[in-house]
């Protein structure tokens, strides 16, 4: 397996900023695990199956949320380490999913340890501001920052620099059942996830547009970009024949005014 060592640093600092977009805008943990899939596989020359095994690590994180501070697998960390070796090695989405589902879950434990390392952070900070020591308070708060990035940019560092031949004997150790295994769970999952999302939509009332995208999918062969276009029309048609009033209201008269 081969990863050059500018992909190394690329790869390192691409986690770092997911460990920062945590604490600023979101851009990339909005975009969700997919957009993680699809730049590392940007670094590493094949975004095709960087998508692949984004979009597959992003059926896994359907229904899972660290809600009220809990940790969960991790499958940014999963899908950068996962896609950086199936693409090194050539091995394709089973190692990805055998190697980033155990990575993911192992960060469980990074997650905890980040935000033990919050916390502290956090109440130092607020220390400071309650002394009226705002510089105090500002270099804790950018200390809590870069433990963070560090709890994210190390492992990867450290799981690409070191474990490549490690990887490689696991991959090559690896049972024929367990690969199969892998196979038959990254087909799966795409239809698991589909359906998890059609549960939360009004499937009952437009099964009809499911229907029929099954049908210029399975039957026409259409690619999903076309079939998009096909939904964009329909949705167009759809809003054109039962328009919204958005009429504007004057505030405080009578709803039955009009302007």
Known sequence: MHIAIWQILLLTLFAAFIAYDFTSQLIII????????????????????????????????????????????????????????????????????????????????????????????????????????????????????????????????????????????FIHWMPVWLINGFKVAGGLLPVVGISILLRYMPFKSYWFYVLAGFFLAAYLKVPILGIAIVGVIIAAISFKQNPVNTKPIIEGADSDDEI
């Open 30 to 169: 909005n975009a969700g695990v997919v957009m993680t899939g699809f730049i590392t596989g940007l670094i590493m020359g094949d975004v095709k199956t960087g998508l692949l095994i984004g979009g597959t690590m992003q059926l896994m994180t359907l229904g899972v949320g660290g809600y009220g501070g809990s940790s969960v697998p991790d499958y940014y960390i999963g899908t950068i380490i996962g896609t950086a070796f199936a693409i090194g090695s050539g091995s394709g989405l089973e190692a990805a999913l055998a190697i980033g589902i155990p990575v993911a879950t192992l960060a469980v434990q990074l997650d905890v340890l980040r935000k033990m390392g919050g916390s502290f952070f956090l109440h130092k900070a607020i220390n400071a501001v309650d002394n009226y020591e705002n510089k105090k308070a500002y270099r804790w708060i950018i200390s809590g920052v870069l433990a963070s990035i560090a709890a994210y940019g190390l492992p990867v560092f450290i799981a690409l620099v070191f474990g490549q031949g490690v990887v490689n004997a």
